[in-house]
């Protein structure tokens, strides 16, 4: 039986913060089969220069983008240097991994770039620093998304299908197939803020509770065509502001009004998204209800959760419950799982779920400074 301790890392399209969480993995690498312990897990909110920051990055200059990745490399290693010393984990954790923050998503051109110089992090670290999962991907003709299906493959393989509420949501089916489904927190938390009023996001879906249903802009959104794609396929930001946004006009509809819309929109997607699935699970589900986990911040929007729970249950499918902290941090759970199998040298990326013409060992390792760090090294061989 072997175990191993990381920490991982993740920033999402939301733009809330970093995720942090140190997991230990125990299993067996022959069988594939493992269990994980969170022992640690933090939320760094990005200060408000930072998310300023993030959110024009795909206009910077070439120079200027280059300064953010190294800035961005460095606030990572600090974050996380600073994570492993309040937690009291110098002497436990082997390695750290990371998904970066993306600012360009762009697989069909062969393009996909997170932030955060890998160097730069590895220098403020005592360990191996593994990030830049998507690029071989990619580059083998595949999406590059989604790259949770792995770690829940063999980390939730109870769960018939996970569904993560991010900025994006995205369904993973039995860790074989997934898929990004639609926009959730990004135009969410995008009408909160035209709101104004100093909140960051619809806290418990309260406004969209009180709001009315815009029946014209429900069916522009149902009519987007990324739902005329068939799977794989991924869903960016880009593609969000330049043909979603424009649909939410909020000086000719109320915000409630427009978030209620978007809030039954995301539901339904998500329900048929499930429904769509059933087939693939017919066989192999472990309940007489099809189970579904969902995690992510969108998980804590309870009337969007609520939504959503009356559409799977007439489908027969039962929602589960999980603790807090993996419905906070699977994302970057999984992103450390991801890394332990970079450096053990096993396929992390599946080409059934990202369309590429094969699996993939898929990160790039970058070593810390010192070269005291054998026992952590050893994890390579």
């Not at 897990?41 to 200059?61: G, H």
């Not at 419905?327 to 779920?353: H, P, Q, W, Y």
């Amino acid at each position: 039986m072997a175990s191993f301790v990381g920490v991982g890392c993740m920033s999402g399209s939301s733009m809330d913060g970093l995720d942090i969480c140190c997991v230990e993995f125990t299993g067996d690498i022959f069988t594939d089969l493992w269990g994980y312990r969170i022992l640690a897990a933090e939320t760094v909110a990005y200060s408000k220069q930072w998310s300023e920051r993030l959110r024009d990055a795909d206009n910077l200059s070439g120079i200027e983008l280059i300064r953010l990745h190294v800035d961005y490399g460095r606030f990572q290693g600090k974050c996380v240097s600073t994570f492993i010393t309040k937690h009291r984990l110098n002497e436990r954790v082997q390695f750290v991994a990371s998904h970066g923050h993306t600012v360009f998503h762009k697989p069909q051109e062969g393009i996909s770039f997170q932030l955060g110089d890998g160097e730069v992090t590895a220098a403020m670290l005592k360990v191996p620093f593994v990030c830049n999962f998507r690029a071989k991907d990619v580059t083998i003709g595949g999406q590059g998304a989604p790259l949770v299906p792995c770690g829940e493959k063999y980390l939730f393989r109870n769960s018939d299908i996970c569904i993560n509420l991010g900025g994006i949501a995205n369904i993973g089916i039995k860790g074989m197939r997934g898929y990004d489904i639609c926009p959730c927190n990004r135009i969410l938390n995008s009408l909160v803020l035209e709101k104004g009023g100093g909140q960051q996001y619809d806290k418990d879906g309260d406004l969209a509770r009180s709001g009315d249903m815009v029946p014209e802009v429900l069916v522009k959104l149902q009519n987007l065509s990324y739902y005329q794609q068939d799977p794989p396929k991924s869903l960016w930001v880009d593609y969000i502001e330049e043909n979603v946004l424009p649909i939410l006009d909020c000086n000719k509809y109320k915000v409630e009004n427009l978030l209620r819309t978007c809030t039954e929109h995301v539901a339904s997607m998500v329900a048929d998204a499930c429904f769509e699935a059933k087939p693939s699970i017919a066989t192999t589900s472990h309940h007489p209800n099809r189970t579904v986990l969902i995690t992510g911040g969108g998980a804590l929007n309870k009337y969007l959760v609520e939504l959503i729970g009356q559409y799977l249950d007439a489908q027969g499918f039962e929602i589960e419950q999980v603790d807090e902290e993996t419905i906070n941090f699977k994302e970057a759970l999984i992103f450390a799982f991801l890394g332990m199998r970079c450096l053990l040298g096993e396929d992390n990326v599946f080409s059934e779920t990202t369309g590429a013409r094969q699996d993939s060992v898929s990160g790039s390792i970058h070593r810390p400074l010192s070269s005291g760090s054998a026992k952590h090294i050893s994890l390579l061989h």
